[in-house]
């Protein structure tokens, strides 16, 4: 049986196509009780860093490494739909400053610069980050400026005007220095 990561299994003859039906449900785990399921799911669908994310349950394989959803490559393993979930459960996360892991920020990165998401939900992304950035006391705000100019160089400039934030005056330093 393959499983990908907690509570994300699946027993589907052709493993591409039970990747995909995982991968439909995952968005429904951003909000689950367990950090490790959040962490696991999010990841998966969005690309993200999610440690051993498949994996044979009754043996030693595995495959390691980020998500299925919109990664660096030209695929597209979840649908625009799913996209739109993940953002609006990303976005309730933001709002309520329940934001516990990092793999949202590479989740909201992997949105923002995938050649297979649309303009809107590119831009969605990039406007989650900066909510993040903006919001004192959120957690991975340094992470999530730092990712913001990852994805587009010509956030340098709004980085800059968190020189003087005490929280991300030194991010903005090393981002300043970085060519």
């Known amino acids: 049986m393959l499983q990908t990561g907690p509570a994300l299994e699946f027993t589907d003859s052709?493993?591409?196509?039970?990747?995909?039906?995982?991968?439909?449900?995952?968005?429904?785990?951003f909000d689950d009780s367990d950090a490790a399921v959040r962490k696991s799911s999010v990841g998966h669908l969005t690309g993200?860093?999610?440690?051993n994310t498949t994996r044979d349950s009754e043996g030693g394989w595995y495959i390691t490494g980020g998500g299925?959803?919109?990664?660096?490559?030209?695929?597209?393993?979840?649908?625009?739909?799913?996209?739109?979930?993940?953002?609006?459960?990303?976005?309730r996360r933001i709002a309520t400053n329940a934001l516990d892991d990092s793999n949202y920020v590479y989740g909201l990165e992997s949105i923002a610069v995938h050649k297979k998401t649309s303009p809107k939900q590119k831009a969605r992304a990039v406007a989650d980050?900066?909510?993040?950035?903006?919001?004192?006391?959120?957690?991975?705000?340094?992470?999530?400026?730092?990712?913001?100019?990852?994805?587009?160089?010509?956030?340098?400039?709004?980085?800059?005007?968190?020189?003087?934030?005490?929280d991300l005056k030194f991010t903005v330093e090393s981002i300043m220095k970085a060519t």
């Open 14 to 29: 052709d493993p591409r196509q039970g990747l995909q039906n995982a991968l439909a449900k995952t968005y429904k785990h």
């Open 48 to 51: 993200g860093w999610s440690g």
């Open 68 to 91: 299925g959803g919109p990664s660096r490559g030209n695929e597209l393993a979840c649908s625009p739909a799913q996209i739109d979930a993940a953002l609006a459960t990303i976005e």
């Open 129 to 166: 980050l900066k909510k993040i950035v903006e919001t004192k006391g959120m957690t991975q705000r340094s992470f999530a400026l730092r990712k913001l100019v990852d994805v587009d160089k010509k956030n340098k400039s709004y980085a800059a005007k968190f020189a003087s934030d005490p």
